[in-house]
Each structure stands twice: as C-alpha cells, then as structure tokens.
C-alpha cells in the first residue's frame, strides 16, 4: 500500500570528516537485493507513485513500477559526472515506468539519458537542477535537445531547463536567433531558465503562440573571457537589439496575456528603465512579480499606481530602487491597498521623506501581507521618527509577520534604520514568534551540535557528533 518512498543512502563524506557511512548503502542495497529476490517477478511496492531517491542509491531501479507517476533523483555532493545508480535509474524509466509524470534531476546525468528522457512521452513536469558542467554534451547538442524535448513531449506543462542553455561564451545565441525555428510546446503552462540578457527575448519570440502562466528567468551575462573588445561591443550589441523592452513588449502581446507569474533575476540595469514595464500592464492576470535584487531607476509613485491598477489579482511583488534614483513614497503602500487586496508580499525601497505619514484612521490595511522587505537600509531619524514610521507599518500590515532589509545589502551597526523600524513592528507578537523571526533572515554564526546515533550490531549504539 506504499505509494510514497524516499531513500537517502548517506553516502555523503560530509556527515563527519574522515568517517564515510558506505557500510549503511551495502547494507540497505542488499536488504532490497534479498526481497526482491524473494518476492521474484513481483514489484517490491506495486502501488508506488513517488520516489526520491539520491545519486548513490544503486538498487532504486528495483523500485521502478508502472504505477509510478513522479521521480525525484537528488545529488548528496558536487559530482562530477553521473553515478552508474542514475545512469541505470534513467536509462530504466522508458521501460519500467512507461507512464511517468513528472521528473526532477538533480545531479549529473549522462548523454545518453537525455534520449531516455525524450522517450518519456507521458511527461508533464520536467526539472533540471544542476550546474552547466555536469551537462554531458557540448552547447550544439544542449540547444538541439532543447528542439527535441518541444517536437518529442508534447505533454509539457511545466519545464524548468536549468543551466541548459548557460554558456560564459555567448555559443548558444547565435542558435537562439528568430526566424530560425518555432518552439510550439502545445501544452507549456510554466517555463524557468537562464542564460544571458538577450536570451529572454530570443525565447519568447520563438514561443509565439504559447499560452505561458509563470515565467522565470535567470539571467547569467555572458563573459566574453581573453575575448577582445570588438567581442564584447558586439555581444552588448546584440544584447541591446534584444533588450529586457523588447521582451517586454513580447510578454505584452495578446497570446503571453494568459502570464500570472513573472520573475527575473539579474538583468543589468543599464539595459532596463521603468517604461520597459509599461507592456506588462495588459496583463491583468498578474500575481506575482518579482525583480530580485536588481536596482531600478526611477521607480516612483505614478509607476506604482499605473501597476497596482492594472494587476487587481497581485499576491507578490519585489521591485527595488537604486539607491541613487527615486523612489516610491508611503502613498504607494496606500495605492497597493485600494487595488490590490489579496497582496500577500511585498517587497519595495520607499522614500520617506517625501510625502508625511497618513491618519492612522484613514489607512486602508492590507489585511492579507505577511512579509515586507526593503533592499536600501536608509536612515530614518531620531526615535520619534522611527516610533511613527513603525505605527504606520503596523497598521497597513496588521497580519504581518516578515519583516527585514534583504541581508546582503543589510549595512551593520547602522543606528536607527528599517531595522529598527521592523523590531518596533514585530515587538508586540508572541516572544517566541518574534525571535524565530528576527534571526531567520541572518546568517547563522555557529552550527547547531547534532549527535548521530548508530546501532553497534551487539546490542548497543555508537555517538558520532557531527
């Protein structure tokens, strides 16, 4: 009746220093030998429908039924190429589990388990998550597997390539180009990726026609590396004639209107201005919009009102400015509240000295936000200033829950800044609720003792601190 397993073999030397636990695979891989020698031709767990397993696990494939509708293969350290376990799990899948759904690879895997993964024509959920060298086949055949995976499963719904079209030197663009080729992928709702700052716009315009829900995108600017100038000058060229606008206006585009969900991280912000966002205002389906770390230039109170108007549905939105530029005042937590009921984050830099702090019986609260964030730590003024600013927050976001200046852009020591705004916030929760919550958001200085206890094979246990 098992429908769910999940295997760790613990080959991992990580555990301890020095002390490899290989003696506790041998052992599970022969418990699993010996039953399934027992029960013969009969699967081990018949009514399988989830496996995890990891790179080491070398007896998975006795696992393998046709039940069997997800497969997630994690990776317990950096490999360098695939393990014989995965290279044998993959290349059983076609066979063994005909029927599969969804499948996640998080390791290596070898050239020829790219084709066992183009014959798993029932897939609708394929993840890659790994890094660009443990992709076994060189660029060409990288992009030309991207061209097979949309003639060959046309049942993708949702496809997260990874670092499949990651290359420092700019190979894989010229193959992008439109014109050359059509992606249909009749059934793609999702699609995550990265590459450099061109390739948003050279995909979606070979997407024409798809009706995409939920875009992500990394971008990852190429490096031209001992290139020369002339390299780099062309390579910027080609970047500004396919620029973050231009993907824009793509997504603007009667067939992209389906889009609920829009996250890009990374793109270089002299290729972005705030009217590049003006397309996306027909989309008024939006969600969840998410620009990460990246430092906006004139990001202002008109923008956000345009925004919040045009998205009435938003749950999620990350905008930042630069530090240098202008920024949204405390108006615009008032704009999001009059359209956007259902917001739930939101992340943005906001001036304020600008506009003065509302009457806290006029403020419409937005009474589903749990976490605000701000990425610039800008000095707030004497305590009275801080007390006000923090009554005002508190009152817009009475469920609120997160509150934090992202941490890599968290200056220490800073005296009176969103910080200490957020500790006002958060002083009235629980005790325990607020102290879990200021130190999630920073790094851990120390790790935690952990003991592992492990039977000795007469009766007692042996204590490995870890």
């Not at 530029?325 to 906001?350: E, G, K, M, V, Y």
Request: charged content about 25%.
């Amino acid at each position: 009746m098992v429908k769910h397993i999940t295997i760790l073999t613990k080959k991992d030397p990580r555990w301890h220093p020095g002390f490899q636990l290989q003696s506790f695979g041998v052992a599970q891989s022969s418990i699993f030998l010996e039953i399934s020698r027992c029960l013969g031709n009969r699967p081990l767990l018949p009514s399988l429908q989830l496996l995890c397993v990891d790179a080491y696990c070398d007896y998975a494939s006795l696992l393998l039924v046709d039940t069997l509708k997800c497969v997630d293969i994690s990776r317990t350290r950096l490999e360098d190429e695939a393990t014989p376990a995965v290279q044998e799990l993959l290349s059983l899948l076609p066979t063994r589990a005909p029927l599969l759904q969804e499948l996640y690879i998080r390791c290596g895997l070898s050239e020829s388990n790219l084709q066992d993964v183009l014959s798993l024509e029932y897939l609708q959920k394929l993840t890659f998550d790994f890094e660009e060298p443990l992709w076994p086949v060189n660029h060409q055949k990288r992009h030309q597997f991207l061209e097979d995976l949309n003639v060959r499963l046309p049942r993708l719904r949702k496809l997260d390539l990874g670092d499949l079209l990651e290359d420092n030197d700019h190979t894989i663009s010229p193959w992008l180009e439109p014109g050359l080729a059509t992606y249909h992928f009749p059934s793609l709702e999702d699609l995550a990726f990265s590459g450099g700052d061109d390739y948003l716009a050279k995909v979606l315009l070979r997407l024409r026609g798809v009706g995409l829900k939920s875009l992500v995108f990394w971008s990852s600017e190429p490096c031209s590396g001992v290139g020369s100038l002339a390299v780099d000058e062309a390579e910027d060229q080609e970047i500004e004639k396919f620029s973050a606008y231009k993907a824009m206006l793509i997504l603007g585009e009667q067939h992209f209107r389906t889009l609920t969900r829009l996250e890009i991280d990374g793109l270089r912000t002299e290729h972005f201005h705030p009217g590049d966002l003006d397309p996306l205002l027909r989309i008024s389906g939006m969600k969840h919009l998410d620009f990460h770390h990246a430092r906006n230039i004139q990001i202002d109170d008109e923008l956000i009102s345009k925004m919040a108007s045009s998205w009435p549905h938003l749950e999620t939105f990350r905008l930042y400015s630069d530090s240098t530029s202008t920024c949204p005042t405390l108006a615009s937590i008032q704009t999001f509240a009059r359209h956007c009921p259902n917001l739930r984050r939101l992340s943005l830099d906001l001036d304020l000295e600008v506009v003065p702090l509302e009457d806290t019986q006029t403020i419409l609260p937005l009474r589903h936000l749990t976490l605000f964030s701000v990425l610039n730590d800008a000095k707030i003024g004497d305590d009275d200033r801080v007390s006000a600013i923090a009554k005002f927050i508190s009152e817009c976001f009475p469920a609120l829950l997160f509150a934090f200046v992202e941490p890599s852009w968290n200056p220490v020591g800073e005296p009176r800044t969103w910080s200490s705004v957020f500790d006002r916030v958060l002083q009235d929760k629980d005790a325990k609720i607020t102290e879990r919550l200021r130190n999630i958001f920073q790094p851990q200085k120390t790790f935690p003792k952990i003991d592992f206890v492990i039977p000795d094979g007469v009766g007692g246990s042996i204590t490995i601190p870890l």
